[in-house]
């Protein structure tokens, strides 16, 4: 009899497969509950983070030139826009850029490189579009080693995805400049030499990052901000002091 017993009471210790089951998908869902939170913290950790470290900082020189070239209308805030093409950044042109253009037998094309940030002999296209394959230089603004500014836009996403090399990524870590860090490009076989001097933010309407002055050679690096978003616009602005 009291073998009978002990076996009953083994088999009743037993868990039914439909027990199991069940256990298995209450499991199963904490997991993807808690790689749910992970995924969603990983994508807005750094943009507070950008925010509560930098924004504060950027903030306090916002866009030092006038505001003659500002305007409302010209923000895109739609989230369908397609910001790997240039011309999506703005809906308008200002009638009032006039520096030289390159002629037809100037090259349209360059190569820009940032040491800090390890990127190297990146290819920039004169009044090019797509942001996808190049660095962008907008159209009608001074060439490289021309007086007035040489204004040049790149893409960028989440910093974690940071790739030198890739052009969707490459200006995701262009927040961490500072005052003093070089940039080198390479236009017409010539070497310029250019040295940060302000890192600032501006609304994406804002068309002040266009202007040109004429008392020096300046280079302008935009890109969204805080990266992986299109809220603002990063500018690090750039004098040459070497050919």
Known sequence: MSYVYLKKSSQSKKKSPNKLVKVNKKYLATLTFIVGIILLG???????????????????????????????NTILGSANTDYTHLSNWFVEKDSSLNPETPSSGSPQS????????KISNAQVVIGGDDLKKSLVQYQNTATPGQLGNAVVFGHSVLPQFFNPK??????????KLKQGDEIFVDYDNVNYKYIVEQIFEVKPSDLTV???RFD???????????PGTYLRRLVVKAKIVDI
């Not at 890739?166 to 927040?175: D, G, K, N, R, V």
């Not at 020096?216 to 805080?226: A, D, E, G, N, Q």
């Open 110 to 117: 360059y190569t820009l490189s940032i040491p800090k940030l």
């Open 216 to 226: 020096s050679r300046y280079l302008s690096i935009i890109t969204c901000s805080p």
């Open 210 to 212: 266009l202007e040109q």
């Open 42 to 72: 990983s994508a807005v950790y750094p943009i507070l983070s950008f925010s509560l470290r930098y924004s504060a900082k950027f903030s306090q020189i916002l866009s030092p030139l006038s505001t003659s070239f500002y305007n409302q």
């Open 166 to 175: 890739s052009y969707l990524t490459i200006f995701s870590t262009l927040f």
